[in-house]
Every structure is written in C-alpha cells, then in structure tokens.
C-alpha cells in the first residue's frame, strides 16, 4: 500500500552494538512527523531520570509530510533531544535547515534514532538503505568546515553532511551540529553527539516522496508563491517603495530589503542589482530577502556575493559574503548566516569597533569573523545569551571575582581595543575548548548563576543585556515587546528559546498597523491584536491567538516546514487587502499525504503535540526538583518584564511593559484554552484522553501530579 507525504520508515542505530534496522513509521503519523514523532519515541524510550550524557540517552533526528515534497518553505529537518542546560532537564528541540533532511527523505526515513555510545570517534553513512557506521578518527578534533570538507571527500559530492566541532567533541552544553553552508542545530546536541563519539552524519538519497495528488501540489504551489508569500519572516511590504506597492515599510526597516539600487556587488560575473520585486512574479521572490542590508545597511552590499537558502525555498535568506578585510588577518573571508551570530560579535568588544574598508562596516565584519568562528567551533549562543552574559561579566565588574589575574591577563587585550576581529575569534576558542574559567559561559545560563553565585535577582533586573524571559535558562524569542501578552504567553511554554515567529512576522513586517489588524481580528476576533507599545488588557480572544501561535510552531516542526515564514497569514497582494490564507497548511497536507485535513483536524493534531511537551516539562520538573505546578516554577516570569520603564504604568502608550495581576489573568485564560488545571498548569485527565494521550495522563497520576 502506498504511503504518500511520509517515506514509511524509521532508521534505527546503535553505536554501541554497531546495528542498524528499519522499522515502520506509520504508527507515529498521528504525530505529524518531526517534533511530534521525536516527542512520542522520547517519551516512550528514554526515561527523564536519564541525564542528557549518559549512554542511555537518546535523541531523534526528525522530517515530517511536507520536507522534500517542493513545498516552499520545507527544507527543514528537527532533532529532538534532552537538554543539558536550562532547568529540568527536559525535552528540547535542535532545528537545521539546508539540504540534509530532504536528503533523508530520499533515502527513504522518516527520521533516525541515535542511541547508545561508540568506543571511538564515528560517522553514520546513509546511502538510501545501506546504513553504515564508519572510523571518524581523522575527523576528530576538526572544526566542521574542515571536517564537513573531507568528509565530502570520502563519501562523495552527492552527499549531505553534518558535523560536530571541538565544543561538542568538548561536551559543552551550548553545542552545535553543522552543514559546511552554514546550517546550525543548536540546543547542545553537539555535546550529546560528542558524549557518543558521534562527528557526524553524511547522507544520500536517490529516492523521491510520494505526492497524492501532484496537481493538487502545482496549483498550492503557485498560489502560495504568486498570492501570498512575503519576504523572509513573510514581510508582507517592501522597506523601501516599490512603483507596484500601495505601501512600504512603516519604519522603513524589514526583511523585504531588496530594492533597485541595491546589489550583490560580488557576484560571479559582476554585480547583480534587486530591481523590484512584485507581488505575483515568482521569478523576482529571491531577490526580496536582501538579508545583509537588512542587517547592516546599505555598507553590505559591498561584501556580498549571493543569498543562498534551504531545499525548496524560493527565500534565500542565507547572505553569503565575501569579507576581504578578514583576510588582513589570517581569518576565512567566505561567510554565510542569516540569524543570531552575524549580529552580536561586536558584544564583545567593550572598547568599541572600528570601520575596516567602508565607512560603516566595523560591525559586518566583526560580526562576519565571529558568525564563521561559532560555525567553526560549533558552539551555539542560546539566541545571543553568550555575548550578553560576557558583556555583563566586563561592565558589572564581575570578571573581578570570577577570573584570576592570570587568565585575565592572558586574554589578548590589545585585540580588543584595536577591533581586531581575532578578538571575538579567541574568546569563542576558549569556550570550545573549556579553557578557563570565562568557559563557563558555554555551559549555560543556569550554569553560570550557580558557579558564579548570582542569585535569582540576576534574572530580575532591568538590563539591556538581560533578556531572561523566564528562570529558566533561556532568553525571550521575539517576547512581549512585540506582542504584549500573548508573546509572552508562549515564550514561557518550552524548555529553550521558543523560535516562534508567527507573530513577529506580522508585527514587524511593515505593513500599517490598521491592515494588520484588520487581518488579524478576521481570524481570531475583536481585541486581538494591539498597537505597538500600545497593550490593552488582557482578553479571552488574545488567548486564542496565542493558543494558535503556540500549537502552529508545533506543527511547523513537526511537517517539517520553516517557521521562519510560515504561516501564510498575510499577503503582499493588494487585490486580497493583504490578507494571507490559514487553510493552506491543511490543503498542503491533505494534496501530500491524501489524507483529508481541514485546519480544525490538523490545529488538534499539533496541540495533541502541544499536550505532550507539557507533560514530559511537568515530569522533568518533578523529578528534579519535586514540582507539583508548573504555574509558579516553570512559568514564572522574571521581574523586569513588569519593572522596566519605571516612568510608565503597564498599558500606557509608549512602553511594552507588562502588569502583574494581568499576566496571572492571561495564564488563566491560556491554561482553559489548553484544558490545562489553572491552579498548576498541568493537563487534565480529560484534555490527554482527548488526544489520545492517556497513558500520559496515568504516568503524571503515578507521580501524584495530575490534577484532581
């Protein structure tokens, strides 16, 4: 019987027996794929007693329906794994785009579980159904350019790889595993690689995916691309106008930064201007996302050479460059990134920065030389929490109990006044390596409070460079300075940084506040959705927003699609007054797998996945620290968020500050849209037995932590 959107198998691999087995994956399809299916195989094999090193952990690497099918947007593959660093210790989610997950699909799985340990250093080779475990002791201690580089060369160009660097071989919790382009899994699953002598993976598939109804497909396609996608975030207008638009950018500053004048100015074969990009010509879309100049301003142009992007997307929001001046100093000049280490670099550079060859390209190039030394060494910034704390440790004078003399004065300062971008480069190197005291920094938020003594109060202050959304361990992820409450709502639901976007997308995506609201009360009702730094009080139809974007992400990781730019809810197109389409990801699946999904079905299909995360958050915290609510530990939300901006009151005009009693309010209404106990905010019997869950709901009874 044919099976249409999944590829029908699980890869199974056992480094420390070397076997390897297929099994059916079917059984998992309720789950979507991806996060869903990680979440249940997790859940059902790997005990949350189990410490994230230990040789009994597991993790699962993750594609879903969508993932090579030529969906937009669907080239992303999720590895579900757990964590080593935020409090409890519970289930967590790596993320990489690229090309290797479609490769995985081609040849012919669903997803791969990792388990046991090798004696030594290791790659797993999969060439469709041939699986081997292959001698990585000459990869071992190499960065992952260099390692992903001649592990090409042994297997073959027609491969995908994935390697780790010396901060997972290291065990450093914040830990990466890397393509050679650029593609990042972060959430340390490079140090859980490395506690299993895991460099890598190299993959190759000469099979297809299975579409049920390809035309179907074609038609979605087209219509997605020509009516509703936007530029990367799904910026709906240009930043800067366009003769075709009605509107550009309110701030004049979104990802829709490609415009005529603005170039690659280092293509191959000379310098390629943007043009225009108009709503409808699919063939311009990948000029839409001049990520760089986004990022940097118009100085970028100078340094890039193309935009480059995963399987199946039309977005390109990977800028490449070409960073010359990097090479007055012995560093790699080729550069490719498109999110947080291209931003932060010159963090750590306390004295300043100087311009290289443009007047205004000091930060690019810092950046440029840090972004290529994270991707180098594999070492991951929990959404920039790394170059905050670092800067924190300098400006509050903690360095001053915390780091000897001699390690201080072993640090190359003299780099760091003069700008040098082999500054960032060294700092980055000794948190791979584990050298010295300043290394603590790699080993997570919570690590760094316990070592260093901070108490609870470090995570209460108001500070530019604290942005803790809760106790946690993880920073906000476009947080409730973008959307009130209902981002704060779901900030505080994982066990990482959320990587939620869909509403970022609409908040920052240019288009006038009155046309976004209009799109959004159609959706979710009256009182939705409030002004910048304008919030209004909590309302029941906030919570089913936030209820959506919480379940969404869910389901974006788990089909396995780019949230990044999913889902469709607006339009550049002025026929449809910008309104974008939520049908789409029900009509996608059900042209891909021939299953029929309306978006009810597959709205409970994610929060059945939604349901499971809580639960295995619930145990974690019970287990490690005898918790019985979530309410009041988990979800705890930080001081400052309510304490900033002291001369404004809580829903005044002109600050995102939130109000105590309202947020307590807010979680009341979030917890009864999720059939959560508002008292602890764990699930209910009745809301797990609904989605098929019951022997969750048996396992948190066992523990004495199911609502009563």
Sequence with gaps: MATYGWAGKILRVNLTTGSTSAEDSSKYQDYIGGMGMGYRI?????????????????????VGPLTATGVPCSGRMNISLLSSWSKGYSIIDAHM????????????????????????????????????????????????????????????????????GPAGENLVNYSTLNTSFGNSAGAGIGAVMGSKNLKGFAIRGTGSVKIADPAKLLELNEYMLKDLIGANNNHNVPAVPQSWAEYSAVS??????????????????????????????????????????????????N???????????????????????????????????????ILYGQTFYLDGIKDFKYEGDAKMVINGASA?????????????????????????????????????YSLPWDWEKAGDPRWAVEIIRRIAYKEGE?????EGTIAVMEKWKLGKEWLDMDNPLNTNISYNGYPKHHGPDEAGQVSMLFNVMYNRDCMIHQLTDITNSGAPYEVSKATMEGFFGEGCWDKPKAWTPMNRNKAKLAKWAFNGKQFHDSATVCNWMWPMTQSPSKARNYVGDLELDANFMTAVTGK??????????SERISQMLRVMTAISFNIHYGDTSLRDTHDAIPNWVFDKEPDFKAFEEGTTKLDRADMELAKDYFYEEMGWDKATGIPTRATLEKFGLGDMADDLAARGILPQ
């Design 42 to 62: 997790m859940y059902e094999e790997v005990p949350l007693t189990t410490k994230a090193y230990d040789e009994a952990s597991k993790f699962v690497m993750g």
């Design 372 to 408: 290529h030394a994270m991707d180098e060494y594999g070492v991951w910034c929990n959404y920039g929490n790394i170059y905050r704390e670092f800067a924190w440790l300098f400006t509050s004078g903690k360095y001053k109990e915390v780091l000897s003399e001699e390690e201080y």
């Design 97 to 164: 785009g690229g090309h290797i997950g479609p490769q995985l699909k081609y040849a012919g799985y669903d997803a791969v579980i990792v388990e046991g340990k090798a004696a030594s250093p290791v790659y797993i080779k999969i060439d469709d159904a041939t699986v081997t475990i292959e001698d990585a002791s000459d990869l071992w201690g190499k960065g992952t350019f260099e390692a992903n580089k001649l592990l090409t060369e042994k297997v073959g160009r027609t491969f995908e790889t994935a390697v780790i």
């Design 303 to 341: 340094y890039i050479i193309k935009q480059g992007g995963c399987t199946s997307c039309p977005i390109r929001c990977y800028t490449q460059y070409d960073m010359d001046p990097l090479a007055d100093y012995d560093l790699p000049t080729k550069v490719s990134n498109t999110c947080m280490p």
């Design 596 to 605: 029929t999904y309306t978006k009810d079905e597959l709205d409970f299909a």
């Design 438 to 442: 300043l290394s603590t920094l790699g």
């Design 252 to 301: 004049g500053k979104n990802r829709w930064s490609g415009a005529p004048g603005r170039t690659w100015a280092k293509a191959e074969g000379g310098a390629i201007d943007m043009g225009e990009q108009p709503c409808g010509d699919i063939n311009k879309i990948a000029y839409r996302t001049l990520k760089g100049v986004f990022d940097f301003g118009d100085v970028a142009s």
